[in-house]
């Protein structure tokens, strides 16, 4: 997934770029900074079966199909979900101040 700022967009090609940690974590900076909770399921469930997700769900503390119904095309993962499977994935949540324009 990566931004197309001339359209908005963001391009949703399989995980075939997906070929480090680095790329992966890129993608999922990109969707959280534009807060489209509908691009944030889409990227997780694009990444998370890179990583297997049996695993993703047992270190997420979830069933193997809550993880599939939630990050489904239908599905609205909550936050605890968005952040225990993003945390399970090596990409913990961290919050940084964003600069305020001078007044």
């Known amino acids: 997934m990566r931004c197309d700022d001339a359209a908005g967009d963001f391009l949703h090609d399989t995980a075939e770029h997906l070929r480090t940690d680095e790329d992966i974590a ?52 909550g936050f605890e979900t968005v952040r225990a499977v993003l945390q399970a994935l090596g990409l913990p949540l961290s919050v940084t101040r964003a600069d305020k324009p001078a007044a």
């Open 26 to 77: 890129l993608d999922i900076e990109a969707v959280l900074e534009d807060g489209d909770p509908a691009l944030i399921r889409d990227a997780i469930g694009i990444v998370a079966p890179t990583r297997g997700m049996s695993q993703i769900a047992r270190e997420a503390g979830l069933s193997r199909e809550s993880l599939y119904k939630a990050l489904s095309q239908t599905g609205n993962p």
